[in-house]
């Protein structure tokens, strides 16, 4: 009966490939499987799929004959189906094997090698190869040939590390809040003059009030470096600043500078300028200035230099980081914009100069 076929049976030359999978499936696992299904599945072995793993194999067996995962029959599949080439897995050899008989051991290579037990014999027929996802006993669970690239914070020229070093560097150190910390000069004073020691005189302590006002170009020209600014903008958390706020534009700055770089909310650049402090403010503009397309662009020119004129006297310092490299300003817009503001290479070097610019 053959119900009661184990998949150990001896070899059979004439049967193709995962034959007795599918006659095990049938009679064992009570699947109502057609011949037809079968050669569905010789189709799709030919195509290259299900050869890479048995996971995979299991995949295409189960979408070519199973209707519904939910159903009984699923259940049934999955058990029966592991159970097939776990009994096709051999005994440990007591002896060590001659190379000889290690030789003749070797996996199948085509169709007409794999037998019901698995146990691969020689076909002079010539036939398509079938990789080692079908070889009975042996389909390893093998990675997915698909492999997407995955970009992570140690790609970035600047890291997290830096960029929160140099932001501390943007100190504007204000005494003010409880008084908590013990002015000594004034201590030592006040018991020459009393004679005696009674309390000590306190002091608050100091708060860096260090503005940071960052401005972002997110134009086409940018989309490169998205990640790149955003993990900047994630970084002003740790940069222990008194203030740190991000606004974008496009290409320059032109009336409005939003507050998101999908653009939907926005603030009046005249609005805005007034309001920045002028002796704890640094500003922070991150725009390739248009050296990525090259070219000289006199509207971008004008319009940059006259936000400049307006954003200078409301700031204690500003600097221009550029994420294209310097090499490619030359003969550019972005070599006209540098002339007018100090302007940085976007890299951990470039970084450190452009917050250290507005050191006073």
Known sequence: MLGNISPTASVN???????????????????????????LL???LKGGFGITSRDELKQICRLLWIKSKSSPQAERFEQYFDQYFEQLKPEPEKHQSS????????????????STSGTPHR??????????????ELLPDQPSRKRSYQLSVR????????????????????????LTEVDIEATVQKISQDGVFLEPVLIPSRVNQAE??????????MVPFHLFWQKLVDHLQGGRLGMADTYYFRNCPRDYLYLSPYRPDAKLIQDLLPKLHRNRTFALIVSDGGAARG??????????????EDLTPC??????????????????????????????????LGLKAAIRSGKS
């Open 155 to 178: 790609d970035f020229p600047v890291t997290e590390r830096q960029t929160q070093q140099n932001l501390r560097y943007l100190r504007r150190p204000i005494r003010e809040g409880a």
């Open 212 to 221: 940071l006002l960052l401005l972002i170009d997110v134009s086409n020209s």
């Open 42 to 44: 010789l189709q799709a």
């Open 315 to 348: 700031v204690r310092h500003a600097a221009w980081l550029n994420p294209i490299p310097e090499e490619r300003w030359q003969d550019t817009t972005a070599q006209v914009i540098s002339q007018r503001v100090q302007m940085f290479e976007l890299n951990s």
């Open 123 to 136: 076909s002079s027929e010539s036939s398509p190869q079938i990789p080692i996802a079908l070889q009975g």
């Open 13 to 39: 030359k004439q049967k193709p490939p995962l034959f007795d999978l599918f006659i095990w499936l049938r009679e064992n696992a009570g699947l109502d499987l057609t011949i037809d299904q079968y050669h």
């Open 295 to 308: 070219g000289m662009n006199r509207d971008r020119i004008e319009l940059t230099a006259r936000f400049l």
């Open 99 to 114: 190379p000889t008989s290690a030789q003749n051991s070797q996996v199948p290579t085509s169709p007409n090698e794999i």
